[in-house]
């Protein structure tokens, strides 16, 4: 059944690593909460109580705005396959962006994606297993090119027109400061 742990373990950095899909739960003191899947290889467990990940291009930029207004993160992974578990991280993140220089030290851990928006570094205060009995057993096919495919045709200069129309505010109106210095 579920523990409440203060770290990530070696065997829970094991689990995560072999996941295909996490979810990324923000708030900010008001308007909508954000629950995001997030998949391709964009997640990196740093450390006990250290992770970053990679966020791509799309067609909001809730987390950022969120996260700016309020740095609290909670992500979550699902077994979909073999021994059922739930886990999630509880945290404070903060965002790093191309123009920054934690962002170039945290993308060489990623694959080079034309669609890079963002690298969200969480601190971690508390790890949660839950059973995840009721979570379905289902099989993984394989990762979606459709979104890198897009990016790619995209390049750069289209890549920033597209987060100059859809990524520089969230749902509710909150900047994201996408482009700010």
């Known amino acids: 059944m579920g523990k409440r742990l203060e770290h990530i373990s070696p065997e829970l950095a094991d689990f995560i690593q072999q996941q295909k899909i996490f979810f990324v739960g923000t708030a900010a003191e008001e308007g909508r909460v954000n629950i995001s899947p997030k998949g391709t290889d964009t997640f990196r467990v740093l450390g006990e109580n250290?992770?970053?990940?990679?966020?791509?291009?799309?067609?909001?930029?809730?987390?950022?705005?969120?996260?700016l207004k309020n740095n609290r993160m909670t992500i979550?992974?699902?077994?979909?396959e073999g021994k059922p578990m739930i886990l999630r991280l509880y945290g404070t993140a903060q965002i790093f962006h191309n123009r920054d220089e934690k962002f170039e030290e945290y993308f060489r851990l990623f694959q080079d994606f034309t669609g890079a928006r963002q690298i969200i570094e969480m601190d971690v205060d508390?790890?949660?297993?839950?059973?995840g009995?009721?979570?379905?057993?289902?099989d993984f096919k394989e990762e979606r090119t459709i979104l890198t495919n897009w990016a790619d045709k995209q390049g750069e200069e289209g890549i920033k027109n597209y987060w100059a129309e859809k990524n520089v505010?969230?749902?509710d109106g909150f900047e994201t400061k996408i482009f700010d210095e």
């Open 50 to 67: 250290k992770i970053v990940w990679l966020n791509l291009t799309g067609s909001g930029n809730e987390t950022a705005a969120h996260l």
């Open 76 to 80: 979550m992974f699902c077994a979909f």
């Open 126 to 131: 508390l790890v949660q297993t839950s059973c």
């Open 133 to 138: 009995f009721a979570v379905p057993l289902m």
């Open 169 to 171: 505010k969230s749902i």
